[in-house]
């Protein structure tokens, strides 16, 4: 099944892949301008990581880091309209609407899983499930070294995640539409069916419980690392952040036109992973989408996993039907 799908994707003559970070094309400009966009990604995870480890217990709560992350975002679509990446890529109005679409959705799931995660009850359970005492020994390592590890244990998880979505269809048909997506910009990680928000949300409610502390920083990372996923920003991202972790260029391969490129870069935050597992191609794409390109409705978008899942159902059906054909014939 997962082949013939496979098989109806547009490899894209016209779409090609730029390969090895030599390759990729720098920042223009004077040196304020070179300065800035070749240390804002670190200098902002540096700031956000101090913040959540010497904040006082008042301010260090979920709904800070919801507040942090609204600000932050406004800042990146700023940067997006000064250093764009690609001129391509510049939001339009219909984008720019439909966006905040899905970002309200996004919010309002967010706000859903916040309610269980709050929940006192909820939290007993799985410390009582869990049986946590065996966990004593780490919440004795470094903060920092705890976040690092709570941070790399639920990327790891999205990464099979992610690639299982790749490579099963049942799950590709959740996480299709959003490789539906022509262009890259900061709002688009929300754009995609809500199922798949939902699987995606099982992995994070998985490790919340942690000690608060820690995981408020392994959020840091997640923030402050795999927003640039989706950004249409031109950064001289230095090389042991590119090493170490994802990038905007690094996803633009995996939202690429080409179907072979694609299957690369899967995890959000660590692409250390990816390097590890082999599935790490280090390059950049402008062209994006599927079927060279179409660009998917909402309603579609919301309808798509259903839809194809019936598709399938029918088809098998009919295909059913047509194999009894032949075994009729010959006893005739
Ligand atoms: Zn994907
Ligand atoms: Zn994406």
Redesign the pocket.
């Known amino acids: 099944m997962t082949g013939t799908r496979v098989g109806n994707r547009v490899i894209g003559a016209q779409a090609p892949v730029t390969v090895g970070w030599e390759n990729i094309p720098k920042v223009e400009g004077g040196p304020v301008k070179q300065f800035v966009f070749t240390w804002f990604q670190p200098a902002m995870l540096f700031a956000l990581i101090a913040f959540w480890y010497y904040a006082p217990n008042s301010i260090a709560k979920a709904s800070t880091a919801v507040a942090i992350g609204i600000g932050f975002k406004a800042l990146l679509l700023v940067l997006e309209w000064v250093n764009p990446r690609f001129d391509s890529w510049r939001l339009t109005w219909k984008e720019a609407a439909t966006d905040l679409f899905y970002v309200a959705i996004g919010y309002t799931m967010l706000r859903l899983l916040d309610g269980y995660i709050g929940d006192d009850v909820m939290i007993d359970y799985v410390q009582k499930a869990l049986h946590w005492d065996k966990f004593a020994w780490f919440m004795t390592l470094p903060l920092l070294v705890q976040a690092i590890l709570i941070s790399v244990l639920f990327d790891f998880g999205q990464y099979w995640m992610h690639r299982g979505m790749h490579n099963w269809y049942p799950l590709w048909v959740t996480h299709a539409p ?2 539906y ?1 022509t262009q ?1 910009n900061i709002n ?2 929300a754009v995609g069916n809500p199922v798949e928000l939902f699987l995606i949300g099982l992995g994070i409610g998985g490790f919340f419980d942690f000690l608060p502390r820690a995981a408020l920083l392994a959020g840091t990372f997640g923030l402050a690392v795999s927003v640039y ?2 950004i249409n920003v031109r950064f001289n991202t230095p090389r042991w952040w590119r090493f170490l972790f994802n990038t905007t260029e690094h ?1 633009s391969v ?2 690429s036109q080409d179907f072979e490129a694609s299957r690369s870069n899967y995890s959000g935050t660590w692409i250390i992973i990816d390097r590890l597992f082999g599935t790490c191609v280090d390059g950049e794409a402008e062209l994006l989408g599927m079927e060279g390109g179409r660009r998917m409705s909402i309603r579609e978008t919301m309808v798509y996993p259903f839809a194809e899942v019936g598709k399938s159902i029918k088809h098998r059906l009919g295909r059913r039907s047509s194999d009894d054909q032949p075994i009729a014939v010959p006893a005739e």
Do not use: D, R, T, Y
């Open positions: 959003h490789h997506i890259l688009k990680g996923q989706h996803h995996h939202h």
